[in-house]
């Protein structure tokens, strides 16, 4: 079965500084591999995702995410983060069960 | 495009009620939808799987007799949440997916059962 490690349990960025978000996932095959934000009380939203071709995946928000199957992982990152990326972000998985597995998620906190 | 809804947003019932929450996907058909619930600062726990016209597959520790999921057409599923509890309290997500793998996610229903 598919499983998803998302180290970093809370991260605090500057505002206009940069991020990475680590992700490491287990899989047997080539995953199908997401990235989702969460806001308060709110749903989640697809930020990128990666299915096959180029490893390095735009999203949206200005959103980056490298998949790199020699380190199993697929971090994403975002050159400049603005105060509005505050949010809970969650790394999922999509194997072989057709089920989604998600990460514990990051809470990314962003101060002035 | 693939918007899906949710509503209630928020719903307060008492112990031992019984609550339905909706899950519509309003621009393209759903052949799968999915119920997650998310306990507070956790991740998201799949519940179970429904395909359009069939019995929900569950996911262990389930109850299905807890959780009655219907998906009776290709926008709408519903999950009601029996004989509810305080434990029962949740943060319940849907998602749904056409013909490929991608889910798209509803905003969420907040339950709490006083």
């Known amino acids: 079965a598919q499983s998803v490690t998302q180290p970093d349990i809370h991260i605090t960025v500057s505002e206009g500084a940069s991020l990475e978000l680590r992700c490491n996932y287990s899989?047997?095959?080539?995953?199908?591999l997401f990235w989702y934000v969460q806001s308060p009380g709110q749903g989640l939203q697809l930020l990128l995702k990666?299915?096959?071709?180029?490893?390095l995946v735009q999203g949206i928000k200005g959103f980056e995410a490298e998949f790199k199957r020699s380190q199993s992982s697929f971090n994403l990152r975002k050159p400049s983060v603005h105060w509005s990326d505050a949010a809970e972000y969650f790394c999922a998985v999509w194997g072989g069960n057709e089920k989604l597995t998600f990460g514990t998620g990051t809470r990314l906190t962003i101060i002035p | 495009g693939a918007v899906v809804s949710q509503h209630p947003s928020r719903v307060i019932c008492k112990s031992g009620t019984s609550v339905k929450i909706e899950c519509r996907s309003l621009d393209f058909q759903a052949t799968t939808m999915f119920w997650y619930r998310q306990f507070p600062k956790q991740s998201l726990m799949l519940m179970a799987t429904s395909n359009e016209g069939s019995k929900a597959t569950y996911e262990q520790g389930v109850e299905k007799d807890k959780f009655l999921i219907n998906h009776a057409s290709l926008t709408l599923s519903t999950l009601t949440v029996t004989s509810a509890h305080p434990e029962d309290s949740s943060f319940y997500i849907c998602?749904?997916?056409?013909?490929?793998?991608?889910?798209?996610f509803g905003p969420g229903t907040r339950l709490t059962v006083t």
């Open positions: 990666y299915f096959s071709g180029d490893t």
């Open positions: 998602s749904a997916s056409g013909r490929g793998i991608e889910q798209y």
């Open positions: 899989y047997g095959a080539t995953p199908y």
